[in-house]
């Protein structure tokens, strides 16, 4: 299993149920960290093809004609992105951010500015095309800002200058990461979350509960969806044949305490 950067909370549940599903068939599981860099991951697979029985690629910044090469040497399951011809597990970005964004909507914000992560990342790009599509749909003004840096929590931390310049009232992070830097950034700026401006994450890591305030934040079981990576490559290695159907997960909203009503942005 392949995941694109260990330190991240993200992949936590991920690997947890990835590693359960592995043990309980009789397997054991070798964790990759690839640094966000798809060469790293081409290197590892073509170090660590003969020790396998299959692949799972948690993100992968791959190309697509690479994952499909490594899909023809090895029963292969892609998370976290899609592709044709090739076994995907995805969560259903769109429907999580239109529920970001209609919770942000009825608190009265009428901007919301997206803080984006990777350009590399599949989930990336479907998460800004779900927010402008959402944005327009609901009459509401969408704004970008691109840390061009990894989306952690020091880079969401640097990143809470550009928040107040903006006059932002509600933000959506690609990720908790970035959302929890934010928070703690704007606070250190005097800048009050929810008063000032309310804050959403995505993927509900265990920090969200004890950051202050608790992170509104997008779910997905990241869990079901490691065990089902794992599940479905022991299928394909016993013989299984792709459909080419991609498995969606569900994701839903979880309200804590980082969201609250828009009032006049501050200067």
Same mark, same amino acid.
Request: charged content about 25%.
């Given at each position: 299993?392949?995941?694109?950067?260990?330190?991240?909370?993200? #992949?936590?549940?991920?690997?947890?149920?990835?590693?359960?599903?592995?043990?309980?068939?009789? #397997?054991?599981?070798?964790?990759?960290?690839?640094?966000?860099?798809?060469?790293?991951?081409?290197?590892?697979?073509?170090?660590?093809?003969?020790? +396998?029985?299959? +692949?799972?690629?948690?993100?992968?910044?791959?190309? &697509?004609?690479?994952?499909?090469?490594?899909?023809?040497?090895?029963?292969?399951?892609?998370?976290?992105?899609?592709?044709?011809?090739?076994?995907?597990?995805?969560?259903?970005?769109?429907?999580? +951010?239109?529920?970001?964004?209609?919770?942000?909507?009825?608190?009265?914000?009428?901007?919301?500015? #997206?803080?984006?992560?990777?350009?590399?990342?599949?989930?990336?790009?479907?998460?800004?095309?779900?927010?402008?599509?959402?944005?327009?749909?609901?009459?509401?003004?969408?704004?970008?800002? &691109?840390?061009?840096?990894?989306?952690?929590?020091?880079?969401?931390?640097?990143?809470?200058?550009?928040?107040?310049?903006?006059?932002?009232?509600?933000?959506?992070? #690609?990720? &908790?990461?970035?959302?929890?830097?934010?928070?703690?950034?704007?606070?250190?700026?005097?800048?009050?979350?929810?008063?000032?401006?309310? /804050?959403?994450?995505?993927?509900?890591?265990?920090?969200?509960?004890?950051?202050?305030?608790?992170?509104?934040?997008?779910?997905?079981?990241?869990?079901?969806?490691?065990?089902?990576?794992?599940?479905?490559?022991?299928?394909?290695?016993?013989?299984?044949?792709?459909?080419?159907?991609?498995? /969606?997960?569900?994701?839903?909203?979880?309200?804590?305490?980082?969201?609250?009503?828009?009032?006049?942005?501050?200067?």
């Amino acid at each position: 299993m392949m995941v694109s950067d260990i330190t991240n909370p993200f #992949y936590g549940e991920i690997i947890k149920g990835a590693e359960e599903a592995a043990r309980h068939a009789g #397997y054991a599981l070798l964790l990759s960290d690839t640094s966000e860099t798809g060469q790293v991951e081409r290197d590892i697979v073509d170090r660590t093809m003969d020790l +396998v029985e299959g +692949v799972v690629l948690g993100s992968s910044r791959m190309s &697509d004609s690479a994952i499909r090469m490594i899909a023809k040497q090895k029963p292969l399951v892609l998370l976290n992105r899609q592709i044709t011809e090739t076994s995907c597990i995805v969560a259903d970005n769109p429907r999580g +951010v239109r529920r970001a964004v209609e919770h942000l909507a009825t608190l009265g914000h009428t901007t919301i500015t #997206y803080v984006a992560g990777p350009a590399a990342s599949w989930a990336e790009g479907m998460r800004w095309r779900a927010l402008r599509e959402a944005g327009h749909e609901l009459e509401l003004r969408i704004r970008r800002i &691109d840390p061009k840096d990894d989306p952690t929590m020091l880079t969401g931390f640097d990143t809470a200058r550009r928040i107040l310049e903006e006059g932002a009232t509600a933000v959506l992070a #690609y990720n &908790d990461a970035l959302a929890i830097g934010i928070i703690k950034g704007l606070k250190k700026l005097d800048v009050h979350v929810p008063d000032d401006v309310s /804050v959403v994450g995505f993927d509900n890591v265990l920090l969200t509960e004890v950051v202050d305030p608790a992170l509104t934040t997008v779910m997905a079981p990241m869990r079901k969806a490691g065990a089902a990576g794992v599940g479905n490559v022991l299928a394909l290695a016993s013989g299984a044949q792709t459909s080419g159907e991609t498995l /969606v997960l569900p994701m839903t909203l979880v309200v804590r305490e980082s969201t609250g009503p828009r009032r006049a942005a501050r200067r």
